[in-house]
């Protein structure tokens, strides 16, 4: 690991501006991804400000009815509070579908959606990778991409978003809150806080360089059935072949969206038109424009399983 500088903010907006003020300055709170990048020479920050401090780590309700989330809450506790449980039963399940107890004991809601992809070429410093180095090309295409993307994918990556806590808000229509460097805050919908990696599959955000997560609001509850199915190798503690996060109405209608497929949280509001036509018609119209390698085309069948699997279930369970 490289040496580095540490310091901890008093306020958000502090956080931001002394970020800015240092060159290679990165934000840390549970450190469950970025500690692992640093001991690997995939991440060498030269300066860590620590957040844990920003009184970031509240639930609170908000007057249209929905929930404020603290950047700083933790997985473990955002799943077990009681009001998530209730009304947004889908995001307890996804958080309970990834890592361990004791990651979950640490990692925050900001740090679960801003995590880095876990494709085994960004991993292995030895190979070329267009997110860890721009420019040296990707040893994923043509190499072992089974466990890698099949949509919005590009010719320079094709590595896909671990977060299932990620999915989950993405089907909620949740919104982010920051600040930036100059102390203005923002809103960005979580639909448009992830990128598609297009030629620059190492910009993974629409964030500015040193703006900082607040907080995540949830708005009022949908009702329906909440249903998180995850797929994978091991049936506990590995990320998704493909995942399925589902808020179903008991008349068939409701939302849809997938993990393990695609660089983002992958969702098509226009495909859950034809939840009433079945899983088939739905998944033709998720993944169309589907480009799978050899290794993973069997993940376009997985998806319909999977998905005709969560539709029974809600119809069972309504």
Not at 77 to 95: E, G, H, W
Not at 133 to 156: E, K, M, N
Not at 277 to 298: H, I, M, R
Request: aromatic content about 4%; charged content about 20%.
């Amino acid at each position: 690991m490289r040496p580095f500088t540490y310091l901890r903010a008093k306020s958000p907006a502090e956080a931001a501006t002394l970020a800015a003020q240092v060159d290679g300055s990165r934000f840390i709170a549970g450190g469950t991804n970025l500690l692992d990048l640093m001991k690997l020479d995939i991440e060498t920050p030269t300066h860590l400000i620590d957040v844990n401090g920003l009184a970031l780590d509240r639930i609170e309700a908000t007057p249209e009815g929905g929930l404020r989330i603290g950047a700083l809450v933790r997985n473990t506790d955002l799943a077990a509070d009681a009001r998530i449980r209730k009304d947004y039963a889908l995001l307890s399940r996804a958080l309970l579908a990834g890592a361990s107890g004791q990651l979950r004991n640490r990692a925050t809601t900001a740090g679960n959606l801003l995590q880095r992809t876990r494709c085994p070429y960004f991993y292995d410093t030895h190979q070329p990778c267009n997110k860890r180095q721009p420019g040296s090309g990707c040893a994923a295409i043509g190499g072992f991409s089974r466990p890698l993307g099949i949509i919005g994918v590009s010719d320079a990556c094709i590595a896909i978003h671990p977060s299932d806590m990620a999915v989950a808000m993405r089907v909620l229509d949740a919104q982010v809150e920051t600040v930036r460097p100059d102390g203005t805050t923002r809103i960005i919908p979580i639909a448009d806080l992830h990128r598609l990696p297009g030629k620059t599959p190492n910009i993974e955000t629409t964030m500015v360089a040193h703006e900082l997560i607040t907080a995540v609001t949830l708005p009022a509850p949908l009702g329906g059935t909440h249903l998180y199915q995850k797929v994978r190798d091991r049936a506990s503690y590995a990320f998704a072949l493909i995942s399925v996060g589902a808020v179903i109405q008991k008349d068939g209608s409701g939302r849809i969206a997938l993990g393990g497929v695609a660089h983002k949280p992958w969702r098509v509001e226009a495909a859950e038109a034809a939840m009433s036509q079945g899983a088939k018609a739905v998944s033709e119209q998720l993944l169309a424009g589907a480009t799978p390698t050899d290794e993973n085309a069997f993940k376009l069948t997985l998806v319909e399983r999977t998905l005709a699997s969560v539709m029974a279930q809600a119809r069972a369970l309504a």
